[in-house]
T-cell receptor, first 115, second 113 residues
């Protein structure tokens, strides 16, 4: 158990619905990342936060996706008007950025199925 | 375009065999290369490599990086069925690239009894 938790672990929704996922990073980790993983692929970067600031967004993150980290602790990822192509595992990772190398530790993921 | 390529994509071996997994990369602003093991859940961290030629070792697993030829290998000796997993290679890029990890597709390893 790396200490990163995600909720829910599984989500089934109908196309067009909105969904929200939550990630709780390892305590005191100041960086938090969201990735998406589809079958047979490695995780793909979506966005990352340093404390509460969202510093980088992938072009994979369409306007229907929004992420927040309001107090620099937990983060939420919302997908509006879900499409079948959004079906994937959404992984959260956190790290403690110091002068030396920081390692990203992953949570168990939220598996989204859009019907 | 940045890319990370792993080979082979899948591998089946018998318990006790030694395996070598490959990862080559072409990225801008290279910072480090990481190996993760993924079973049916979160990727778990194995190694971070930043310098060429220095082997990292943990039990039966070892890894080395060649920054001149832009590749890394992950070796597993005396494989066990519990080593069955997907092994992911990722390259971390520097601050200018947002510290994101750029993953390969992974190598799916199956160790049979």
């Amino acid at each position: 158990d790396t200490g990163v938790s995600q909720d829910p672990r599984h989500k089934i929704t109908k196309r067009g619905q909105n969904v929200t996922f939550r990630c709780d990073p390892i305590s005191e980790h100041n960086r938090l990342y969201w990735y998406r993983q589809t079958l047979g692929q490695g995780p793909e970067f979506l966005t990352y936060f340093q404390n509460e600031a969202q510093l980088e967004k992938s072009r994979l993150l369409s306007d229907r996706f929004s992420a927040e980290r309001p107090k620099g602790s937990f983060s939420t990822l919302e997908i509006q008007r879900t499409e079948q192509g959004d079906s994937a595992m959404y992984l959260c990772a956190s790290s403690l950025a110091l002068v030396a190398r920081d390692t990203q530790y992953f949570g168990p993921g939220t598996r989204l199925t859009v019907l | 375009e940045d890319k990370v390529v792993q080979s082979p994509l899948s591998l089946v071996v018998h318990e006790g065999d030694t395996v070598t997994l490959n990862c080559s990369y072409e990225v801008t602003n290279f910072r480090s290369l990481l190996w993760y093991k993924q079973e049916k859940k979160a990727p778990t961290f194995l190694f971070m490599l930043t310098s060429s030629g220095i082997e990292k070792k943990s039990g039966r697993l070892s890894s080395i990086l060649d920054k001149k030829e832009l590749f890394s290998i992950l070796n597993i000796t005396a494989t066990q069925t519990g080593d069955s997993a997907i092994y992911l290679c990722a390259v971390e890029q520097s601050e200018n690239s947002g510290y994101a990890l750029n993953f390969g597709k992974g190598t799916s390893l199956l160790v049979t009894p």
